[in-house]
């Protein structure tokens, strides 16, 4: 009897310890991509800062330049922060845990547009809900996208380069790819997706756009399950992002 009970302990031991690790890993990986997102954006900042000492001013730079090229120098870093520097020491990170060990097939193209609408429908009813639970929900609070006054055609082509082709390409690697592929294979994958939802939504900063990213990215980790890459996320990303351009920057002049 004693000899089973020890077996019985040991096997609970062994559940807890593989338990406790997974959750450590779901909180270590949130906070690592939150510190090199902090880390790129104050190494952006600190470059600004020396050029300004070496007498290089950016004041005369056109605001639009400046903002494009900030947003592309701030995604690279943190990537490179998050993803590239622990392989310095180990490999820590495979294609196939990003969702890249393939190139875009056209499963990927024919499921983004179906992924939209699901996304759509969700987001819809997330909400919907919000405003009913909460009086002070504002859901028609503007987003702050970086970009403001275009009126010169670069200004709308370098608007559009950053928010549907930089932005999108950038946070499906860095969440339904690097923390998504990470979460995914030491966890439940709903719990895998709830956390890398959230922390979407949480870096956004504000409740309507947050929620409506949250919905978002349950259906991008989905569609990453579905095909197994992140190609048909990306491709739904721009999608959603084409819209919202259109919207914010084509639909006044119309």
Not at 75 to 97: G, H, M, N, R, S
Not at 108 to 130: E, K, N, Q, R, T
Not at 196 to 206: E, K, R, V
Request: net charge positive.
């Amino acid at each position: 009897m004693l000899v089973n009970y020890l077996n019985r302990l040991v096997q609970k031991t062994a559940k807890w310890k593989w338990l406790h690790s997974s959750w450590v890993f779901a909180i270590i990986l949130p906070i690592w991509i939150l510190v090199g997102l902090a880390l790129s954006v104050l190494a952006t900042y600190a470059l600004l800062y020396v050029l300004s000492i070496a007498g290089i001013s950016l004041a005369g730079l056109d605001r639009t330049i400046l903002s494009a090229t900030l947003a592309a120098v701030i995604y690279a870093l943190t990537i490179v922060f998050v993803v590239w520097l622990p392989q310095l020491f180990k490999k820590y990170v495979t294609l196939k845990e990003l969702g890249l060990q393939r190139l875009p097939s056209w499963m990927d193209m024919l499921l983004s547009p179906a992924g939209f609408i699901v996304y759509f429908i969700g987001s819809s009813l997330l909400v919907y809900i919000a405003t009913q639970l909460f009086s002070g929900f504002d859901v028609a609070e503007a987003q702050d996208v970086g970009f403001t006054r275009l009126t010169q055609y670069y200004e709308y082509v370098l608007a559009f380069v950053t928010l549907i082709v930089v932005a999108p390409v950038a946070e499906e690697v860095l969440f339904r790819g690097f923390l998504y592929g990470k979460l995914r294979g030491r966890m439940p994958i709903w719990v895998a997706m709830l956390i890398t939802s959230a922390l979407f939504g949480l870096i956004h900063g504000q409740w309507n756009v947050g929620l409506d990213v949250f919905a978002l990215s349950i259906v991008l980790c989905s569609l990453r399950e579905i095909t197994g890459g992140i190609w048909s996320g990306i491709l739904l990303h721009m999608i959603k992002n084409s819209i919202a351009f259109f919207i914010l920057f084509i639909s006044p002049l119309l």
